[in-house]
């Protein structure tokens, strides 16, 4: 595999565990809606990392397509609002294994999430000079391929990988062409990687060594 100059990492089960806010703020938009319905942190954990459309059908399947991803969009203006205070857990070694792995390559963010989550994670881990750029699923509704073409276009990137922990991640990766690194500490499994680390400060010492 020929030696990357960037690496784009997913964010939700790669860099950190924001599970426990993304629950509670679907329930308390439940209980804003007058929604009879409560999720907890396993239900949502096994969605992590889906497209929005796909997430309100897994977690709303009996209500319209239109009115899940209503319900689906006031869920992300309650996140943006609580996310500052509540946060995540940061996985051990990220903040500084993103600050190393920023003075030799270009580091990105591409998730999923709704817009506005990404400069939230940022700032709450407080390495805003060390992300050169980031895009999310909920800027343009696209998939995480066509995502990374942009980044690789915007930024002439010549050999991107992508970091992430779930097979979706490894497919969409396939799709655009690069390769994928897995990181088995996060949320899901896959046996289709190129590099596969158990912990954020293995893949610093990786990277920092080629």
Known sequence: MQKPD?????????????????????????EKLDINRIINRTELLGLIGMEGKKLTRALLPELDDDIAQGIYMDVNET???????????MYEGVIEGIKLLATKYKIFVLSNCAVGIIPLFISWANID??????????ENSMPKHYNMHLLIDK???K????VGDTQG????????????IFVSYGFGKT????????????LTSYYMGL
Do not use: C
């Open 6 to 30: 960037s690496l784009i990492f997913d964010m939700d089960g790669t860099l950190w565990d924001a599970v426990d806010t993304y629950t509670n703020s679907w329930n308390l938009t439940f």
């Open 79 to 89: 996140r943006r609002q609580i996310l500052p205070q509540s946060g995540g857990n």
């Open 129 to 138: 000079d060390y992300v050169t750029d980031y895009i999310a699923y909920g």
């Open 155 to 157: 930024h002439g990137l």
């Open 159 to 162: 050999a991107p990988v992508y």
């Open 169 to 180: 991640d490894a497919e969409q990766t396939r799709i655009a062409g690069i390769p994928f």
């Open 191 to 202: 046996e289709d990687y190129e590099h596969k680390f158990n912990d954020f400060p293995s």
